[in-house]
């Protein structure tokens, strides 16, 4: 059973950094890809990012394009999601998600949560004005 595990969450003034660290039990390159969800309360899970761990390709929804980047650690097993400039309407719990089996990874529609199988537990970002 593959876990993953976020950490970095936190609070932060808007304009502000952080970066979520995603952990995986099991080797990354094997999980073909690994995409970023965020929740706010009364709210419907989002897709945020996703990274295919072959070609590191990438893709972000409209609202973080050139504010938040994803990257991938195969040495570390660990998925990163920088986030700068952060504005108080990307506050949400953040969670990690990957499917299964891996080669169910979606190659359209990436940002939807059905698609995915194996979640993290989360991590909140706060981010005041």
């Known amino acids: 059973q593959v876990q993953l595990v976020e950490s970095g969450g936190g609070s932060v003034q808007a304009g502000g950094s952080l970066r979520l660290s995603c952990a995986a039990s099991t080797y990354t390159y094997s999980l073909n890809c690994m995409a970023w969800f965020r929740q706010a309360p009364g709210k419907e899970r989002e897709g945020v990012a996703v990274i295919y761990t072959g070609g590191r390709s990438t893709y972000y929804t409209d609202s973080v394009k050139g504010r938040f980047s994803i990257s991938l650690d195969n040495a570390k097993n660990t998925v990163y999601l920088q986030m700068n400039s952060l504005k108080p309407e990307d506050t949400a719990s953040y969670y990690c998600?990957?499917?299964?089996?891996?080669?169910?990874?979606?190659?359209?529609?990436?940002?939807?949560?059905?698609?995915?199988?194996?979640w993290g537990q989360g991590t909140q970002v706060t981010v005041s004005s």
């Open positions: 998600a990957a499917p299964m089996p891996p080669s169910l990874c979606p190659s359209i529609r990436w940002y939807r949560a059905e698609a995915y199988d194996v």
